[in-house]
């Protein structure tokens, strides 16, 4: 019997291990110094001026909602090819997520389906890197200025992606991105997640709502002069936090980044060879100008093969999977008022979409099983 191959999965090595070992031969598993190490590490490798990191990317995307100042009565677009997380944020702030179709070619948000969303409520948009291929950056980022709109990069997918001459996570075109260190992602502390953002301001407030909205800081306090033992709640914040030892593991992986990447492209690049004018495969469009992470790779087959096609993979060991089922059809979002609204790109993209194991583990010898499976499976 040979082994299952995941669709992604992390890389741990024994410096890894050896990093979480000495946080927990240390004084601090929680609040010390590896969280801002991690901070600034990410920061740097972004080339953003603030990094905040926090238990996950769902409470990245939470608190990036929060320091917008997301709340009852707001909307936010979000593209319904996404992880629920994405839109769920702009619900957990008592808002509305307001979905906006992809383009059928790149599957990100579609810059003309995102105006066309805009109402007198948008105040924000999320838009998706979907499976590590920068969305419209420029066009919606300007569009957004103009309208006044806060942008929220969902950079889960995108850790060492570009977009022109900067690295997603610099925030060039829009005023937040987050990331999630989740292990099928690019690197893994288990549950983790970071906010990126250049806006002084709304990293104050993104640390605030990490912990509890409480702060000590003196130009902060309303009565300065209490005692050293002094705090103050200034918001209904949450405990977010990520432990020390987990940012350890995160400073560990991301050393590794680089190679992580390069495996990940290298794969990427074998596979678009393998099905380019392989019949009944649909590959993801990548436009010029943009460079691609790879955290997912994903096929488009014929809509009447793919239950089939999963099924026969999965039966060889193959755990393909999907990604994602439109947001807007899961049944909470159908009962929140989306029964009946269409997104015909998304919907096509999903019937017919599956996602071929893809991370840096992966072998070239597993990466043909892949193939030669998929091949297979589609003339069977
Ligand atoms: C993984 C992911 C998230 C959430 O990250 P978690 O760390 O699992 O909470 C959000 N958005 C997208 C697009 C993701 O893929």
């Known amino acids: 019997m040979k082994k299952n191959i995941p669709y992604g999965r992390q890389v741990i090595d024994a410096a890894d291990r050896a990093a979480v070992d000495k946080v927990l031969r240390s004084d601090w598993l929680t609040q010390g110094p590896s969280v801002a190490a991690f901070e600034a590490a990410v920061a740097r490798a972004c080339g953003a001026r603030h990094a905040v990191a926090c238990s996950n990317g769902t409470t990245a995307l939470h608190l990036a909602c929060l320091a917008a100042g997301l709340g009852p009565g707001d909307e936010a677009v979000v593209p319904p090819i996404t992880f629920a997380a994405t839109a769920n944020a702009v619900a957990y702030c008592g808002a509305r997520p307001v979905f906006a179709d992809v383009k059928a070619d790149t ?52 850790l060492g992606a570009s977009y022109g001459r900067k690295k997603i996570g610099a925030c060039e075109h829009s005023d937040m991105a987050i990331l999630s260190f989740h292990p099928v992602k690019h690197i893994a502390t288990g549950e983790g997640g970071m906010v990126l953002t250049n806006s002084d301001e709304l990293a104050g407030r993104l640390r605030l709502f990490r912990s509890h909205g409480i702060t000590r800081d003196p130009a902060l306090l309303e ?10 709640m200034r918001e209904l914040g949450f405990n977010y936090r990520i432990p020390d030892i987990l940012c350890a593991l995160g400073l560990s992986q991301l050393k590794k980044l680089p190679r992580f990447l390069a495996r990940r492209r290298a794969l990427a690049k074998a596979y678009r060879k393998a099905f380019a004018s392989l019949d009944g495969v649909t590959l993801q469009h990548l436009p010029p100008g943009r460079e691609h992470a790879w955290h997912l790779f994903t096929i488009q087959v014929p809509a009447a093969r793919r239950r089939a096609l999963y099924d026969f993979l999965h039966a060889r060991g193959i755990l393909a999977n999907v990604h994602y089922i439109p947001v807007h059809t899961l049944p909470y979002y159908q009962r929140a008022g989306w029964k009946g609204a269409r997104f015909p790109r998304a919907e096509a993209y999903y019937a017919g979409a599956l996602s071929l194991p893809m991370h840096a583990g992966l072998t070239d010898e597993d990466q043909r099983r892949v193939i030669a499976a998929v091949r297979e499976g589609l003339s069977a």
Do not use: N, Q, S
């Open 107 to 158: 599957l990100t948000l579609d810059p003309a389906a995102f105006k066309a969303a805009l109402t007198r409520k948008t105040k924000a948009v999320l838009p998706v890197h979907f499976a590590g291929l920068p969305a419209d950056m420029a066009e919606i980022g300007a569009f957004a200025r103009e309208k006044g709109l806060i942008v929220i990069e969902d950079a889960a997918h995108a």
């Open 223 to 232: 009565k300065k002069d209490e005692g050293g033992w002094y705090y103050e």
